[in-house]
């Protein structure tokens, strides 16, 4: 917040709540900025239509289960992958990259059965 004015909101993960109690207030998307440290689809719909300006495609869950499988490793002497799980924030022009990983990501799970 700024002062006694909230500046923004952020998520450790799922958004939409956010956005959903911004039009149960009747904002306008863009009207208070929003994102989030995951861009799953819903996400990427939300950052398109304006009610969050930017996400991240890095999990830290996962990246301190990589670093603590890489450091088990290790003491069987394996060596120590380099592991890049991210990047930074992702805005609005990152999308159509964004959007054909993730249709690559969903068309295996739709392969292996394991979509909702």
């Known amino acids: 917040s700024k002062g006694d004015t909230l500046a923004g909101l952020i998520t450790g993960g799922n958004v939409v709540p956010l956005v959903r109690a911004m039009q149960e207030r009747d904002m306008e998307p863009g009207q208070m ?3 989030s440290v995951d861009m799953p689809p819903s996400h990427q719909q939300l950052l398109e239509q304006g009610w969050i300006q930017w996400g991240t ?3 830290q869950y996962l990246m301190g289960l990589f670093s603590g499988a890489a450091a088990f ?21 990152d999308l159509p990259r964004i959007q054909a990983q993730t249709a690559i990501w969903l068309a295996k799970a739709e392969a292996y059965g394991d979509t909702q």
Do not use: K, R
């Open 33 to 35: 900025a929003a994102g």
């Open 57 to 59: 495609d890095q999990q």
């Open 73 to 93: 490793g290790v003491f069987d002497g394996y060596p120590y992958p380099s592991i890049t799980t991210g990047e930074a924030p992702l805005l609005l022009e």
